[in-house]
């Protein structure tokens, strides 16, 4: 099991009292002490990876924007500090550097704990504290570089991935799963978003749900959906925003729950799991729930 990190990844600073926050890094550090994990350091991201799913006006629109000090801001929360292209380039790299280890057979299992996140971030337009599309991103370099034939993103971030949605709308090789609550932030993800080759499966919890419900929508819809789908490769984008102390959402999952879910899905695509971090905003919540979901990685990549 490989994991990948970069201290370019705290460069990405946000303002006083936003709360995805540079300390987040060192929260999900205290998740990986005990773990027997084998560290790489996240590569600078290759342009032409991100070209996959962004056009270069939209790239150059997020390069240009890069303030010299302070912040720039592309939406109502979502701010660039004059480190946060660096930090997402390293984010695409880790992405791309641990498919390439998994689809490889180097390593069977990789998390990757990069900011900022990705999975809001759609086509050409930066939102939810995201800037490139990391998770999709992933996927293409498995699919377009390997030439794998079928792969799957499950997102269970608390937030609908839209953006991972976005990009991936009309890509037929890749099942695109995302379980979150319902309604919140950004609104989207109805069950009937289907894709435009009904590969898109969206999952909505109630608000006050709990890792009871969660297992059960799992084990009833996604789990037959995975194993319908066959993937080869298996990327999660990992949010711990569901988890019930943290402030920006309303599920009740524990720890427990992310170690339960992620060794579910290890039963599919052979174990070959790539995992990206999301969201997960309370700093203990963050870091337990990091220490299951990558102790379970851990333990399934042996
Ligand atoms: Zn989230």
Request: charged share 25%; glycine share 12%; proline share 5%.
């Amino acid at each position: 099991m490989l994991v990948f990190t970069h201290p370019v990844c705290q460069h990405h600073v946000t303002p006083p009292g936003h709360p995805e926050r540079v300390e987040r890094l060192a929260a999900v550090e205290r998740g990986l002490a005990g773990l027997s994990v084998e560290r790489r350091d996240c590569p600078i991201g290759d342009e032409a990876e991100v070209l996959r799913c962004h056009p270069a006006r939209y790239v150059e629109r997020v390069k240009s924007a890069v303030p010299r000090e302070g912040w720039a801001q592309l939406d109502g929360d979502t701010f660039l500090s004059p480190g946060s292209f660096q930090a997402a380039m390293r984010a695409v790299g880790g992405i791309c550097e641990a498919v390439d280890a998994v689809v490889s057979g180097a390593a069977k299992t990789a998390f990757v704990a990069g900011r900022p996140p990705g999975h809001h971030a759609e086509c050409e337009t930066a939102m939810g504290f995201c800037l490139f599309g990391t998770v999709a991103i992933g996927a293409k370099r498995a699919l377009d570089h390997h030439g794998l034939g079928r792969v799957a993103v499950v997102d269970f971030d608390v937030h609908h991935g839209n953006g991972t949605q976005d990009l991936l709308w009309n890509e037929g090789r890749c099942l695109f799963v995302s379980s979150h609550q319902m309604p919140l932030y950004p609104g989207s993800g109805r069950p009937d978003e289907r894709g435009a080759h009904g590969q898109v499966l969206n999952v909505a919890l109630r608000e006050g749900s709990g890792g009871a419900a969660m297992r059960e929508v799992y084990e009833r819809t996604v789990f037959p959906a995975l194993a319908d789908w066959g993937p080869e490769l298996l990327l999660i984008s990992a949010g711990f925003d569901a988890h019930a102390d943290d402030p920006l959402a309303g599920l009740e999952w524990q720890a427990e729950d992310y170690r339960w879910l992620t060794d579910r899905m290890c039963d599919f695509a052979g174990g070959r799991v790539v995992s990206t971090l999301e969201g997960g905003y309370d700093l203990d919540a963050l870091a337990a729930s990091v220490a299951a979901h990558v102790g379970v990685l851990e333990e399934r990549g042996r």
